[in-house]
């Protein structure tokens, strides 16, 4: 079941995560930053949320059932809740270090071997989590979206890291490594919230935005034609899928075929401008037409 691709994408993240993990461990066991250890400890996270994702994305590839009639897309935002909570427990094991790292500053061993080999794996990540981010807008994964965040943030990581190490011999404030560290822990922190509020929005079945919407109204408005009115319009969206109901007044003296006729064209148009739908339409009579919403004579 290796919807569009989604799930080989997934084994090729987990694979990159471990490597960026193996990079990031040979520059913290070289140098001894306990920046750098921060560092690889978020990227261990990294390898663990690209078997959530693996694992979700596999579940949510399957098609619907006697018990999922609407599929089971939302396995996708648990995945990303799932990350989310991982990424803000990170961040609370980077700030114990970094408060070690202030109460127990230590030399660097190697600083710049280290620092070479972090920047490869920052590299490796940022390629990839670009890669990502393209891949998640043309599938709609959230799941993917999700792990294109967390590497991204770990590239922010890996750029502050370098300032810091570069830093630390030319200044010898050997304690500019615990404010590094918990300046990363802050920032993992931030994304890890903003990781949760996305994908809790996709499981409470948050409305699209509203130039999505206006895009909605404006192909019923083309093509419903013999229809009078189109009002109560509501979306959501589910991982790839979009669900869209509204009302449809026609006139009272329209045959069941007419009505049915522009329900095609019009459900027709809207899978062409959103993709993937599923679309509910309650044709009414002229007599309840509210005078709002969507005018389509």
Known sequence: M???GRTAIAWASLAVSIAALGLKYAAWAVSGSRALYSDALETVINVVAALGALWALQIAAAPPDENHPYGHDKAEYLSAVAEGVLVILTALGIFMVAWKAWLH????LEPWRGLAINLAAGVLNLLWALNLKRASRIRRSPALLASSQHIMSDVWTTAGLVLGVVLIPLTGLVQIDAILSALIGLNVLRNGFQMMQHSIAGLMDE????QTLQQIRDVIA?????????????ARTVGRTSFIEFHLVVPGRMTVDNAHEICDRVENALRAQVGRAL?????????????????VL
């Open 2 to 4: 290796n919807r569009d």
């Open 105 to 108: 500053p230590a030399a660097h």
């Open 207 to 210: 409305a699209p935005d509203s």
């Open 222 to 234: 083309r093509n419903a034609t013999g229809a009078l009115e189109a009002h109560d319009l509501r």
């Open 279 to 295: 679309i509910h339409i309650h044709i009414e009579p002229e007599e309840k037409a509210k005078h709002h919403g969507v005018v």
